[in-house]
């Protein structure tokens, strides 16, 4: 039968020439890569056996068998799982199938010789095989079918599929090592790498060698020993089998006992991973029931706002039979994710208050996720706005908590102040701060898109309602300026307020409709003037958000607050009355609220009529 050729996925001829450039200095890799494939697939038949006996009726014992043929410098991995037909082997060796990855590809293709570890979260492990081999051929079998199939390539352009022989199901990698790889056919060498990357795997990985088979791993599976028979290293190379590419942050292994038996081991991961916000992506923890692999996509197991975790959770109550599609309601799968979330949290909470450097590094990967629960998951809310951590304006590098904020509010402060924006250098700027940092007060910096729902749907924490300081009625005269606080405020400029409010009319008529009002501000101590948002309309950043996102088309007017004590109000103010000073005051007027827009960090609706004024300001302002 001919031979097919195919052309690789464009995204997987990038991907492997990243990898066969790449300056990974542990190669190895590729096979616990290669084992980590072989016992997935035995799992999955596994599961599907529980259905269709006769699938493995056969040959019931699972195992992976690696052998060597050191002549022609060749490796075998076997294995006898559940195999790939010729469409499956089309398509899980020639395309990459999570989405996102072109983008991410697109963005380092220029990388030579990039680091896997980076390319590792893709789920590529297959092709890891071409760090070592030249030319690669995979033989393979599905379960219940009577035809093999043979793909092969050299890992550039093409692979080609043919009909093949293979005695039974299951699929045999066979690698043509390139040169300098020879450490690969030996088996004192083999024996060590399973030993180090493999000893988690659950089912037996077989070592053929001169003097017969010799089983190389423990072969029980890693969540079911003890804790303390378990070494940090294989705890972390169990990560990987299940999908991890960095270091684990946080490693949990717990085991339920009671009227729900079951054991967990669940790692939260010290990187994002690139998909983290796409709307596809899965939590990374695997079913099992009394050790048969049931699904990867439990939903009910773990909630989306804890979607980074990855893991196994084995159950000895759920019926061996349960149907993947019916999990989502069933009880025992509820009362598991109920205990899970309390434990993940509890174990959050701990680390936050103990360790509150590591739990930064954690907060900054996955605060923006952890925060979903706070409008999704009403009933952990509480639980959730515990771990809950925020950058402010009087902590400095270090994040503060709720009730941290709530325990130094100042005396006859009665809100929890946050500013939310992009970003936080941008944010700490804001022209609105000004007041609140002159009276002491800490004002939350808020830069996660999700923080404009969960804020609004929160609205009060310890009965202080949660308000925004770009927003109009701060209130910021009935708190007690601190003895050390900005000197400014202590020497408390007087102005004239008939003049200043002369002004403000004259503003008012000028911008008329452009703004719903002209005030004298509470909260500027060093600029001259600010946007806020009236008491009841929307925050005016959260405005800016959702239009960037295109899901608001209203606008909403703002209010020009003006700093009576600023030294251009202040002759501005003289000025109004006094001959000529009409037009003068009229650009101003124009002049401030571009500045304010400015400052907002938006753009000025008419950029021509801006300049124009502020050349004649400062062609007027000149000697002579
Ligand atoms: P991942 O394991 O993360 O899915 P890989 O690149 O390691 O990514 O493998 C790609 C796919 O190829 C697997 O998901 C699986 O469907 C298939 N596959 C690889 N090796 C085997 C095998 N030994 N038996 C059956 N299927 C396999
Ligand atoms: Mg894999």
Request: charged content about 30%.
């Amino acid at each position: 039968m001919a031979e097919e050729k195919i052309r690789f996925e464009t995204e997987v001829s990038r991907l492997l020439h990243i990898v066969a450039n790449s300056l990974y200095s542990q190669k190895e890799i590729f096979l616990r890569e290669l084992i980590s494939n072989a016992s997935d697939a035995c799992d999955r038949l596994r599961y599907e056996a529980l259905t269709q006996p006769d699938l493995t009726a056969e040959d019931p014992e699972f195992r992976v068998r690696i052998s060597v043929d050191d002549k022609a410098r060749m490796l075998e991995i076997s294995d006898n799982g559940i195999g790939m037909n010729r469409d499956a082997l089309i398509s899980d060796l020639g395309t990459i199938a999570r989405s996102g990855t072109s983008a991410y590809l697109e963005e380092h293709q220029d990388d030579e010789g990039a680091d896997l570890s980076t390319i590792g979260q893709f789920g590529v492990g297959f092709y890891s095989v071409f760090m070592v081999a030249s030319d690669v051929e995979v033989v393979s079998r599905r379960a219940g079918e009577d035809q093999a199939w043979r793909w092969a390539s050299d890992g550039t352009g093409e692979f080609t599929i043919s009909e093949a022989e293979r005695e039974g199901r299951g699929t045999t990698i066979r690698l043509n090592l390139r040169k300098g790889e020879d450490e690969f056919i030996d088996p004192v060498r083999l024996r060590q790498i399973v030993k180090t990357y493999s000893d988690h795997i659950a089912l037996p990985i077989v070592l053929v060698g001169d003097d017969g088979e010799e089983t190389v791993n423990e072969a029980s599976a890693i969540w079911t020993r003890q804790k303390k028979d378990v070494t940090d290293d294989q705890y972390k190379e169990f990560y990987r089998h299940v999908g991890g590419f960095d270091e684990p942050w946080m490693t949990l292994h717990w085991n339920v006992e009671g009227k729900l038996e079951y054991r967990n081991l669940m790692y939260v991961p010290s990187a994002k991973p690139f998909d983290l916000f796409d709307p596809s992506r899965k939590h990374g923890v695997r079913l099992y029931v009394k050790r048969v692999f049931i699904t990867a996509e439990a939903d009910g197991l773990v909630p989306p706002w804890l979607r980074f975790l990855r893991g196994v959770v084995d159950s000895e109550d759920l019926p061996l039979n349960v149907s993947r599609e019916l999990l989502q309601d069933n009880p025992m799968i509820t009362r598991m994710r109920k205990a899970i979330v309390k434990r993940i949290l509890t174990e959050l909470g701990k680390k936050a208050d103990k360790k509150p450097e590591e739990y930064k590094t954690f907060w900054d990967n996955f605060g923006a996720v952890i925060k979903e629960g706070l409008y999704e998951d009403f009933e952990n809310r509480d639980q959730i706005l515990k771990v809950v951590r925020f950058h402010s304006t009087t902590s400095g590098d270090d994040l503060v908590s709720l009730t941290d904020y709530v325990g130094r509010m100042k005396k006859g402060q009665d809100a929890i102040y946050y500013i939310s924006g992009e970003d936080l250098d941008q944010v700490r700027k804001s022209p609105q701060l000004e007041g609140f940092a002159a009276k002491g007060i800490e004002v939350l910096l808020l830069t996660d898109a999700v923080d404009d729902f969960w804020i609004p749907s929160i609205g009060v924490f310890e009965e202080k309602p949660l308000k925004s300081a770009t927003r109009a009625g701060a209130d910021l005269d009935k708190v007690t300026a601190e003895e050390n606080a900005d000197e400014k405020d202590a020497d408390d400029a007087k102005f004239d307020e008939g003049k200043v409010d002369a002004l403000i009319a004259m503003f008012k008529l000028t911008l008329q409709e452009e703004v719903k009002d002209v005030r004298i501000s509470e909260r500027l101590t060093d600029s001259a003037v600010c946007l806020v948002s009236d008491e009841g309309d929307m925050d005016l950043r959260i405005e800016r958000m959702l239009k960037q996102h295109n899901q608001l088309d209203e606008t909403f007017k703002r209010i020009l607050e003006i700093n009576p004590k600023h030294p251009l109000v202040t002759s501005l103010a003289d000025s109004v009355g006094k001959d000529g000073a009409g037009k003068k005051v009229e650009d101003a007027a124009w002049l401030l609220l571009d500045e304010a827009r400015i400052m907002e960090g938006e753009q000025v609706p008419d950029p021509s009529a801006f300049s124009r004024r502020l050349n004649a300001m400062m062609s007027s302002g000149l000697p002579g």
